[in-house]
């Protein structure tokens, strides 16, 4: 089970920290990643993490503007918002996939296990 946290409402140019804690173990070959979708499109690909620390990987959109991590010991996967859009308005979700692969680790079907979401709101 994935409960993820940390949205809110911000101002263009800030900054927020999500987490996403897990109750399951996740074993260092999985993959955590996060997705969005704002309304009236389909969720997609925001970053994602090797839970070894190995790989990451970001959307062209937030690359150099998002950081993903994890902190092992609590289990919790983090994603780091700063210079914050309007565009970045959405629900993000955190995901974690058991069976990816560097290839797949951005696509939307690898990942078996959901978050149920949590708001990220920027205001211009």
């Known amino acids: 089970q994935l409960q993820a946290s940390g949205g809110g409402l911000v101002q263009a140019g800030g900054s927020l920290r999500l987490s996403c804690a897990a109750s399951?173990?996740?074993?260092?070959?999985?993959?955590m990643g996060w997705f969005r979708q704002a309304p009236g499109k389909e969720r997609e690909f925001v970053a994602a993490?090797?839970?070894?620390?190995?790989?990451?990987a970001y959307a062209d959109a937030v690359k150099g503007r998002f950081t993903i991590s994890r902190d092992k010991a609590k289990n919790t996967g983090l994603l780091q918002l700063s210079s914050l859009k309007p565009e970045d308005t959405a629900v993000y979700y955190c995901?974690?996939?058991?069976?990816?692969?560097?290839?797949?680790?951005?696509?939307?079907?690898?990942?078996?296990?959901w978050g149920q979401g949590t708001q990220v709101t920027v205001s211009s």
């Open positions: 993490i090797r839970w070894s620390g190995a790989h990451t």
């Open positions: 995901a974690v996939a058991t069976s990816a692969i560097l290839s797949t680790m951005r696509t939307r079907t690898s990942y078996g296990y």
């Open positions: 399951g173990r996740i074993l260092n070959n999985y993959f």
